[in-house]
């Protein structure tokens, strides 16, 4: 029986050290494990961990650098959009659109005087049938010049318009400066059946018109009240005048006047009295008048020379002419001439009639006096009534 110890077998070791067992051969044992050698020791040695300031550091520099390349390319884009051509082109419309007449104006290059009554912000807000939108369809490059198109709605229709524009130079260097050329802008042209400077009123703003009874005044895209301001003495129906778009004209507004009760009566006194002027005339043929004497005897020697007038004209004013509202007879009316004569066959009282007195001719206008009458008999006197 194995009491619990086995042969060894010894092993000669330095310094005298006598016979010592393996570990390995004592019985109820098993081999540990063989050291690590110092040079694996030493490899295995945690390395030092990196201090977390700089760690912050580094990250934090990192993203800057990423966040300065996304805003750089931000703010390339944002500059390229701010300087494209349909930049100018939309700020001009969009300042129209909501009623910013004079900084739109400004922006465009567009001149304007006091004339232009109906460039004006008021004027513009009485305006209806506006543009209500626009988008931008096309921008063409070609050097120096850029051109922009866009469909503006209209009274619910889509209008070409086209803007033209000038590069001026460069921002930084790199981006492109452009400058909207003013664009053509559309027309009202009224045309008054009336007299000569006769007040209209476009979309609430007066003017009035040549001497040729017209007016053409610059517009912004919308429909225009026009009416005739001819105060008491006549009137026309009011009409619109639409314009569409940038660069087009107005169909031709065209105004007929008629006389008003106050202006039909002071017609008819203007009339009168150019037929009274006549009849106040000691002349065998007065000036400027319908109706003349004749037959005096060179012998004699005339005196108390004077027109009686029998009966009056009947007149009627009806629509207006090139030279006014006609004035036509429908009845004429009567004179007679008489004078005292003294000559070789001694003295008596000389008559000439009942001669046709004869209004035909225009009222050409009015005052605050009234009417003025032209007679379109004789030399065209003039006589005012009202």
């Not at 310094?15 to 109820?28: C, F, T, Y």
């Not at 201090?51 to 390229?80: F, K, M, T």
């Not at 700020?91 to 004006?120: E, S, Y």
Request: hydrophobic share 40%; aromatic share 8%; proline share 4%.
């Amino acid at each position: 029986m194995n009491t619990g110890l086995t042969s060894t077998q010894s092993i000669a070791l330095p310094d005298g050290w006598g016979s010592v067992p393996r570990v390995a051969d004592i019985s109820g044992t098993q081999d540990a494990p063989a050291p690590a050698p110092a040079s694996t020791a030493a490899a295995l040695r945690p390395r030092r961990r990196m201090r977390r300031g700089a760690l912050v550091g580094v990250i934090a520099g990192g993203a800057a650098v990423v966040l300065l390349a996304i805003a750089g390319g931000v703010g390339y884009s944002v500059e390229s959009s701010r300087h494209a051509p349909e930049h100018q082109v939309e700020a001009f419309l969009d300042d129209l659109q909501v009623g910013r007449v004079n900084a739109a104006l400004t922006d465009a290059g567009i001149d304007h005087t006091k004339d232009d009554v109906l460039l004006t912000k008021a004027a513009y807000a009485n305006a209806k049938s506006r543009f209500t939108s626009y988008r931008i369809t096309a921008t063409q490059t070609d050097g120096d010049t850029a051109k922009v198109g866009a469909y503006l709605t209209q009274g619910g229709k889509q209008v070409a318009a086209t803007f033209t524009l000038d590069k001026t130079g460069t921002d930084w260097g790199v981006f492109p400066k452009w400058d909207l050329q003013a664009p053509e802008l559309g027309t009202v042209d009224v045309a008054v059946q009336g007299p000569a400077k006769t007040a209209v009123e476009v979309a609430g703003a007066s003017t009035t018109t040549n001497s040729s009874g017209a007016v053409s005044l610059r517009a912004l895209p919308g429909t225009y009240d026009v009416a005739v301001d001819g105060g008491k003495w006549f009137s026309a129906d009011a009409t619109t005048a639409q314009v569409t778009g940038f660069g087009a004209a107005a169909e031709p507004v065209s105004l007929t006047t008629t006389l008003t009760d106050d202006g039909a009566q002071a017609a008819t006194k203007a009339v009168d009295a150019w037929v009274d002027a006549c009849i106040a005339s000691t002349s065998t043929t007065p000036d400027g008048c319908s109706f003349y004497a004749y037959g005096e005897n060179p012998a004699n020697t005339y005196t108390n020379q004077k027109w009686t007038l029998d009966s009056r004209p009947t007149v009627k004013v009806s629509g207006w002419l090139s030279k006014g509202w006609m004035v036509s007879t429908s009845s004429y009316g009567s004179a007679t001439f008489t004078a005292d004569f003294t000559g070789p066959s001694g003295t008596g009282t000389a008559k000439a009639g009942p001669i046709n007195v004869n209004a035909s001719g225009y009222i050409t206008g009015f005052s605050d006096s009234g009417a003025t009458f032209v007679s379109a008999i004789g030399n065209g006197s003039t006589e005012s009534g009202s």
